[in-house]
């Protein structure tokens, strides 16, 4: 590995690594030189990928951590473990995220307050803990992955767009507070993408999930570029960056009809529309 590779030296902490946005994450800051901390539930993928990306790159080192970040006590025990292996992490990259497609009064609580330990709580650990670190030495990046519904109400996707709302408001805050550091904080917003997340929410027959689709090296890559100008917000895609800048002209009322349109399964339509056209 050449030593003058942005990332010589420094270690990348990525969540959510194993498959999606986190997989391209991983691809990228193992091109730039940055040594991994993979995380994810699935060891075996990890793995495969995690040591592949360091033969390729020749990097120095790889660490495969399996958690399950919707388990509250999980942020502290992924510090705790780099910490007794000397592990600095530069950058932290909290990209695990879930979702759960469904009416709120229909949907699984406990499967919800899982979704927010992961989209929420893993989030707000994960950051208290390595920024600590980070202001001690004034050095350091944070890109956390919210998602165009953090600009607007989700019908059927409730708590998803809720957690998504708090991550943009969170990155936002500390991006200020931290605004004379050289400590950077960027919230990736990506809009209905290609990866398994519509198919984990029960969400594949949606509209959002049969409609345009943003490749998630094309996301990942906004964000990696956005993360390393040190950009507060990154709206990824074309389309959801029209969308975005709507959402500040409509009343929500609109954002949340629009939305619940988008999060309908297309069978619903049809269902309607043959009830209307039967004869009374």
Do not use: W
Not at 152 to 158: D, E, F, I, K, N
């Amino acid at each position: 590995m050449k030593k003058n590779k942005v990332g010589h030296g420094k270690t990348a902490l990525i969540t959510g690594a194993s498959n999606g946005f986190g997989l391209e994450f991983a691809k990228l800051f193992a091109k730039d030189g940055y040594n991994l901390v993979l995380v994810a539930r699935s060891e075996d993928r990890l793995k495969e990928l995690g040591y592949s990306l360091q033969d390729e790159h020749g990097l120095e080192k790889v660490c495969i951590i399996t958690s399950d970040l919707s388990r509250p006590g999980s942020p502290q025990e992924i510090y705790d473990e780099l910490k007794k292996v000397g592990v600095r992490v530069d950058v932290l990259v909290n990209n695990a995220g879930a979702g759960l497609h469904g009416f709120f009064h229909e949907t699984d609580m406990d499967k919800e307050e899982e979704i927010i330990n992961l989209n929420i709580t893993s989030v707000m650990k994960l950051t208290k803990l390595f920024l600590r670190d980070m202001k001690a030495r004034n050095d350091g990046k944070i890109l956390n992955v919210a998602s165009i519904v953090s600009l607007m109400p989700a019908p059927l996707m409730a708590i998803y767009a809720a957690s998504k709302a708090f991550v943009l408001s969170f990155s936002e805050a500390l991006s200020n507070e931290l605004k004379d550091t050289n400590i950077t904080v960027t919230a990736l917003c990506p809009g209905a993408s290609n990866t398994y997340f519509f198919k984990r929410a029960h969400a594949e027959n949606s509209r959002a999930a049969n409609g345009p689709l943003s490749e998630p090296e094309d996301v990942a890559k906004d964000g990696y570029m956005a993360l390393m100008k040190g950009e507060v917000k990154i709206v990824s895609g074309l389309m959801n960056k029209v969308q975005a800048a709507t959402s500040n002209l409509l009343p929500d009322t609109a954002l949340a009809a629009t939305m619940r349109y988008q999060m309908e399964e297309a069978e619903e339509e049809a269902e309607k529309e043959a009830n209307y056209q039967q004869p009374v």
